[in-house]
Every structure is written in structure tokens, then in C-alpha cells.
Antibody, heavy 119, light 107 residues
Framework: QVQLQESGPGLVKPSETLSLTCSVSGGSINSFYWTWIRQAPGKGLQWIGY???????SYNPSLKSRVTISVDTSKNQFSLKLSSVTAADTAVYYC?????????????WGQGTMVTVSS | DIQMTQSPSSVSASIGDRVTITCRAS??????LTWYQQKSGKAPKLLIY???SLQSGVPSRFSGSGSGTDFTLTISNLQPEDFATYYCQQANSFPLTFGGGTKVEIK
């Protein structure tokens, strides 16, 4: 069973860079597409972007200038960096896998990690 | 961006009821339409992909239908564990977008 686990600071200061890592276990990261999605408190879901195991990426244009997603296949991890954060970036951040047989849907998710942007 | 509009935003229903949730896309999304269930404090769970394909392990009381821009999630014989928020998502074009959610509450 594939498992994903987000890790990183729960508090980030405004204007600084949010950095999160998603560790994948129970399967190799050397396939599929790996995604970051966030959810502001009491709000809906926002797709941030994805990375493939080959390193190709796609980002949400609304965040593109501030987002970097990278993959470390040796550690079976992928990461998110979001620069110049503001209070609007306060959210639960989820990592997820785009499943191979589920039509571009996300079949495995991390539990989510809450990140608060505050001084 | 493709806008996904769900209705209703919330619905009150009783155990055993049939519940229908609608998702409308601002432009056609082909068959790239997915439904998720999210319970409070938990990650979303994949229910239905490619409009109508049931994810493994999901009860058959969940079903999806639709085409083009209009899609429906139906829950037949609502069970206590079905009270949650449901989201549709399109994967036809970037950026991938989600509907605003429909909260299914106990009447």
C-alpha cells in the first residue's frame, strides 16, 4: 500500500519561503506524477502543481512565479517550495499521487500538514 | 482556467435517502472528471474517476454520470459514513481545478 507523508515547518514568516517534503513509502516514486494541493481553512481545494519522476513539472499559473516542485528519487521524496509567502498561503498542504489507472485522478494522499504564515 | 461550479453547496438528508450533486464546468472537460469525498480533518478520498468509474473499494451506492460540461454524483441509500463534503475536479486542462464543494449533512 502506497503511503505519503508530508513534513516541514508548521509556521512560516511572511515574505519567507515555505518548504515541504513528501515522503513516499510502499512504492517507488520512479513512476507516475506527484502533486501538491492545498486547502485554506474552511475553503476548497487548490491544485498547486505536479512533478513527474523524470522531473517534468506543471504549475498553477496563479502561483507559478513563486512555486518550485522537485523530486529526489534516491530518497523517494518530492518537495514543494513556495516563496514570498503571505497570510493568503496559510493552508493545509497535501501531497498526492496521480494514479496510473484512474484517469488523472489522485488515488493516494498524504494526511496533510497545516502551514500558518504569521510573524 | 476551467471553472467548476457545484450545486447545491450543502444538502440535508436522512439515512436511506438518495442524494444528487451536480458539477458544471465552464467548458467541456471530456471524460476527465473526478469526484472526491472529504471528511472533516482528513485528506480527500477518491470516489469516482473518468466520470463514472468507481474507485476500488468504494461502495456501489456511489455513482457518477454526465458528459461535456454537466456531471452528477449520486449517492443511493445514504449511510451514516457518507456525511462529508464532496468535490468534483477536472483534469482536462491546466490548471487542474476543483469545484467549491457540497456538504452533505444530517437532516
Amino acid at each position: 500500500q502506497v503511503q505519503l507523508q508530508e513534513s516541514g515547518p508548521g509556521l512560516v514568516k511572511p515574505s519567507e519561503t515555505l518548504s515541504l517534503t513528501c515522503s513516499v513509502s510502499g512504492g517507488s516514486i520512479n513512476s507516475f506524477y506527484w502533486t501538491w494541493i492545498r486547502q485554506a481553512p474552511g475553503k476548497g481545494l487548490q491544485w498547486i502543481g505536479y512533478i513527474s519522476y523524470t522531473g517534468s513539472t506543471s504549475y498553477n499559473p496563479s502561483l507559478k512565479s513563486r512555486v518550485t516542485i522537485s523530486v529526489d528519487t534516491s530518497k523517494n521524496q518530492f518537495s514543494l517550495k513556495l516563496s514570498s509567502v503571505t497570510a493568503a498561503d496559510t493552508a493545509v498542504y497535501y501531497c498526492a499521487r496521480e494514479g496510473p489507472t484512474v484517469g488523472n485522478a489522485y488515488d493516494f494522499w498524504g494526511q496533510g500538514t497545516m502551514v500558518t504564515v504569521s510573524s | 482556467d476551467i471553472q467548476m461550479t457545484q450545486s447545491p453547496s450543502s444538502v440535508s438528508a436522512s439515512i436511506g435517502d438518495r442524494v444528487t450533486i451536480t458539477c458544471r464546468a465552464s467548458q467541456g472537460v471530456g471524460t476527465w472528471l473526478t469526484w472526491y469525498q472529504q471528511k472533516s480533518g482528513k485528506a480527500p478520498k477518491l470516489l469516482i474517476y473518468a466520470v463514472s468509474s468507481l474507485q476500488s473499494g468504494v461502495p456501489s451506492r456511489f455513482s457518477g454520470s454526465g458528459s461535456g460540461t454537466d456531471f452528477t454524483l449520486t449517492i443511493s441509500n445514504l449511510q451514516p459514513e457518507d456525511f462529508a463534503t464532496y468535490y468534483c475536479q477536472q483534469a482536462n486542462s491546466f490548471p487542474l481545478t476543483f469545484g467549491g464543494g457540497t456538504k452533505v449533512e444530517i437532516k
